[in-house]
């Protein structure tokens, strides 16, 4: 049983409570590597995007990329995280056929980022808050390549040397469907940043995911205290590629931990992979320490110190974020929350609804674009940038409607023929005579003409107004839709009710 927020497993000997950190490795978006001037780029031809020192070539030196530290740094302040003034790069050795090196050139001791904190939005539109622990830059390994050949591995450098921001949580998330909206909302704000494309199935987003179990008072305990003995044990699940598999592997692995612990087991400290086929995790190596990786100082690279001014800059031109922007919709422009969160979520669909916008009646243009427009783009399996209606066609519909020029439901028939034809809104209405009949002149001779020849009706309404519905549908029909509902129905109810 599991209520909203926490995720509760009952075993036999009591109720169990799942915690969650999660380590999420995000491709940093620049033209160029962490280290050299290598071509930071998806999809090439394999191993043309390949420096010396990307290859690990004798005598070859690291030059710090900075455009990259300006990404990790906006997205520590998109973190609301302390930016380190002082971090330094360090060797983490380890040996890999994709890593030239022999080491990885990380950020142990010293993150560029410290301690921060992510207000993240479930699908029912609840916020929860998860602290971030940190943010460091590392450099991405190449690609072994396991399905070319059946007797030979192939090595694709491409990738060698790509900057990474780890992000690092804190272990606050507390249901799986918690930690893919986690990730989600990471993903958002990386690309309100353009830090990061978040593209899961190309790899530029990948989630390590720690588990533990423990019982609700011990949890309590984590929180009053802050201190992680207080915990289980954890199991950390690497690389797991889609929201959906990051909870079902969380699922399993909670599950498996408390079968475990139930039958007299301990959770031995371990990194698991996620099997999507079998939906279970297995065990891939027991946890290594620090210390084996021999973590020190690289020698080639001076620590990096950043001024002041460097990040006051930064922060300065940071834009919108989701959360500011949604909180902005609900209290300047009176959209719902619900209408807020849609729109936010993606950013290429909050800026198409800025656009639409432009000084026009925001619940009439957040209407069209999140139901119209997006019901459309759904049904045809359309992107928002191949929309064949552009935001200012959109926003030409939306003055249209507001200016009483067409009804709502004529502007559908507009809507349609400019997905079809394209054109001007306001030319379209006018070429196709679809403007809206406002001149109350001609909606009242239709009336009487309704009223005469249908008299037994027009009883009816006196005794049971709400039956007028009736006439106003009869009136539509004859003006072909065009006639401005509002004076058709204040005409009728003053000829057949007063
Ligand atoms: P490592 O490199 O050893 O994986 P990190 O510090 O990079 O260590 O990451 C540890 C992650 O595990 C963090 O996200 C942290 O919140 C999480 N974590 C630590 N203790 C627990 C625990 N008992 N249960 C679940 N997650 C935990
Ligand atoms: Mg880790």
Redesign the pocket.
């Known amino acids: 049983m599991s209520d909203k927020h926490t995720y509760i497993i009952n075993g036999a000997t009591g109720d169990w409570e799942i ?5 999420v490795h995000a491709q940093v978006k620049s033209n160029a590597k962490l280290f050299s001037g290598a071509a930071a780029a998806f999809g090439a031809e394999p191993n043309t995007l390949v420096s010396l020192v990307d290859a690990g070539m004798p005598g070859m030196l690291p030059v710090l990329n900075r455009a990259c530290v300006a990404q990790a740094v906006r997205t520590g302040l998109g973190l609301n995280a302390r930016i380190n003034a002082f971090s330094r790069f360090d060797r983490k050795n380890y040996f890999y056929p994709d890593l030239p090196q022999g080491y990885q050139i990380s950020q142990f001791a010293h993150p560029i980022v410290g301690e921060g904190e992510i207000e993240c939005e479930r699908n029912d539109g609840t916020i929860f808050k998860v602290g971030i ?1 940190r943010l460091h830059l590392e450099q991405d390994a190449g690609k072994s390549i396991h399905d070319l050949d059946p007797d030979a591995t192939y090595v694709d450098l491409n990738r060698s040397g790509v900057a990474l921001m780890e992000i ?4 606050h998330v507390r249901t799986p469907g918690d930690a893919a909206a986690y990730v989600r909302t990471l993903r958002t704000v990386l690309r309100y940043l353009d830090t990061c494309d978040g593209d899961m199935e190309k790899g530029q987003l990948r989630a ?1 995911v ?3 179990v423990c019982r609700p008072s011990q949890y309590e305990k984590f929180i009053d205290t802050d201190s ?1 003995e207080h ?4 199991c ?1 699940i690497k690389n797991v590629n889609s929201l959906r598999f990051i909870m079902q592997a969380i699922e399993y692995e909670a599950q498996r931990q408390v079968n475990i612990i139930e039958d007299g087991g301990k959770i031995n400290q371990e990194t698991r992979l996620f099997d999507a086929n079998a939906g279970a995790t297995r065990s891939m190596r027991s ?1 290594e320490d620090a210390h084996d990786y021999r973590y020190f100082p690289d020698p080639d690279l001076p620590p990096l110190e950043l001024e002041q001014s460097f990040i006051d800059e930064l922060k300065a031109n940071l834009p919108e974020l989701p959360a500011q922007k949604r909180k902005r919709f609900v209290e300047k422009l009176g959209l719902s929350e619900y209408d807020a969160s849609v729109l936010v979520a993606d950013k290429d669909r909050a800026d198409y609804f800025e656009q639409v916008l432009e000084g026009r009646d925001p619940k009439l243009a957040a209407n069209w674009v999140n139901n119209e427009l997006f019901g459309r783009l759904n049904k045809e399996g359309l992107g928002i940038a191949e929309s064949p209606v552009s935001p200012d066609q959109l926003g030409g519909i939306v003055s249209l409607i507001k200016d009483g020029v067409i009804s709502g439901k004529i502007a559908k028939d507009v809507f349609d023929i400019i997905w079809n034809e394209g054109g001007d809104p306001a030319q379209v209405v006018e070429e196709h005579g679809m403007k809206q009949v406002t001149d109350t002149g001609a909606i009242e001779k239709v009336i009487d003409e309704l009223i005469t020849a249908n008299t037994e009706q027009a009883r009816k309404v006196r005794q049971k107004p709400k039956a007028m519905g009736w006439f106003v549908g009869q009136v539509m029909k004859a003006m072909g839709g065009k006639a401005n509902p509002q004076a058709v129905n204040e005409i009728l109810a003053k000829k057949l009710l007063d």
């Open positions: 915690v969650i950190g999660m380590e622990e690092v949580s804190r272990p390590d720690n588990v533990s992680l915990l289980g044990t954890r950390e946890k």
